[in-house]
């Protein structure tokens, strides 16, 4: 059983930081992948950012040198660090979890969202200039 609860969304200004927070709560010793994973209005869910068990971390490419994706040493938290937001950074952003190992088209595949089980319920991220 795996929960997963976002945390840290909000408004902010164009060129701003926000920082998310996903809290994973499980009684399995299995391996996950944490991924992120947004979703804007009137577009498909796609995937952020991927952080495999040993701190391997992967971008999509528009957020490539902004985001930063990472966990906390017990690694019942995984952040996403959002640095010189967009206006078109604005969505709903979910935690995730897949079972196994991490794997690029998490972040590359336009329907990876449709191979994921696990979500959180979102919290909102509003960028305006």
């Known amino acids: 059983q795996v929960t997963l609860m976002e945390s840290g969304g909000g408004s902010v200004q164009v060129g701003g930081s926000l920082r998310l927070s996903c809290a994973v709560q499980?009684?399995?010793?299995?391996?996950?992948?944490m991924t992120w994973f947004r979703q804007a209005p009137g577009k498909e869910r796609e995937g952020v950012a991927i952080?495999?068990?040993?701190?391997?971390?992967d971008y999509a490419d528009p957020v490539k040198g902004r985001f930063t994706i990472s966990q906390d040493n017990a690694k019942n938290t995984v952040f996403l660090q959002m640095d010189s937001l967009l206006y078109e950074d604005t969505a709903m952003y979910y935690c995730?979890?897949?079972?196994?190992?991490?794997?690029?088209?998490?972040?590359?595949?336009?329907?990876?969202?449709?191979?994921?089980?696990?979500w959180g319920q979102g919290t909102l991220v509003n960028v305006s200039s």
């Open positions: 952080i495999d068990d040993s701190g391997s971390t």
């Open positions: 499980k009684d399995t010793d299995s391996i996950y992948c």
């Open positions: 995730a979890a897949v079972r196994g190992s991490c794997g690029l088209w998490l972040v590359r595949h336009p329907d990876a969202y449709k191979y994921v089980e696990l």
